[in-house]
């Protein structure tokens, strides 16, 4: 064969498979930064569901809020198991803290941190509070907005000696 019929079949190879590249990355490009009306729409429903969620904790209804886990972690931590670990902590969120709003760190259109800062009350000793700030990782899964439930079980690793 040929060196010139070589390289010109190499070359059409080659825009081949920069054409491919770059048609199978354009869609992962466009679907890491949401369009600002859909970047509206997720912050809204994130929001609520955050909401939701932040007074099922406040309400100590832990096996509600178990529904509300990401697929991995329900895999890794039983519905009972979940609730006697959130049982054993001795922290309870009280609130939002009025002073600083709660923001949204988009990754992508299905995965975000919900940045907050959380007012915790002690459950055995009422006039104990701090406010901590906390990011919660949320991931849409099938079409529902979900927590890692392991976080849950973490937080807010706090003790009084530590103020």
């Known amino acids: 064969m040929d ?43 994130t929001r609520l569901v955050f909401e939701t969620f932040l007074q099922l904790w406040q309400e100590e209804r832990y096996f509600e809020m178990y529904d509300f886990g990401k697929k991995q972690s329900r895999e890794i931590l039983s519905l009972e198991e979940f609730a006697t670990r959130m049982v054993e902590l001795d922290w309870v969120p009280v609130g939002l803290s009025q002073e600083k709003p709660s923001e949204i760190s988009y990754r992508y259109r299905t995965l975000l941190y919900m940045n ?10 009422y006039d104990l509070q701090f406010t901590k700030p906390k990011a919660f990782l949320l991931q849409k899964e099938k079409g529902s907005w979900k927590f890692d439930l392991i976080q849950m079980i973490r937080s807010p690793y706090y003790s009084p000696e530590d103020s």
Not at 116 to 125: E, G, L, M, T
């Open 3 to 45: 060196p010139t019929q070589t390289l010109c079949r190499n070359l059409k190879r080659l825009v081949l498979l920069v054409l491919l590249a770059v048609s199978l990355g354009a869609p992962v490009l466009n679907a890491r930064q949401p369009t600002p009306a859909e970047m509206e729409a997720i912050s809204k429903e």
């Open 116 to 125: 907050a800062h959380i007012v915790f009350r002690h459950k055995s000793f």
